[in-house]
């Protein structure tokens, strides 16, 4: 595996949730933190959650309070548990490290739609 390989979008009603998985490759996993980007239509891609190696998280205020990222290292895997999801949060979300993102890793990312 060579670069991350995102999972779990979809279409949800306002308020609803979503959990999204990336599966990171284990060299890249074991010494990076790791980060959840989202880019919707017009906008430039945005960090919303990271997680570091030990497993301190941070997070964007517009997600701050409904969003929880955590990390499988049994699995290589970094989830994104989605809340109260709202219209806005609408956006194709890629996973990659953080705070600089590698271009080599960037996958095909997974939908998100949320819509009444």
């Known amino acids: 595996q060579a670069h991350m390989v995102e999972s779990g979008g979809g279409l949800v009603q306002p308020g609803e949730s979503l959990r999204l998985s990336c599966a990171v490759p284990?060299?890249?996993?074991?010494?990076?933190?790791v980060g959840w980007y989202r880019q919707a239509p017009g906008t430039q891609r945005e960090l919303v959650a990271s997680?570091?190696?030990?497993?301190?998280?941070e997070y964007a205020d517009s997600v701050k309070d409904r969003f929880i990222i955590s990390r499988d290292s049994a699995k290589n895997t970094v989830a994104l548990q989605m809340n109260r999801l709202k219209p806005e949060d609408t956006a194709v979300y890629y996973c990659?490290?953080?705070?600089?993102?590698?271009?080599?890793?960037w996958g095909q990312g997974t939908q998100v739609t949320v819509s009444s």
């Open positions: 284990a060299i890249v996993f074991r010494f990076n933190t």
């Open positions: 997680i570091l190696v030990y497993g301190a998280q």
């Open positions: 990659n490290i953080s705070p600089a993102p590698r271009t080599e890793l």
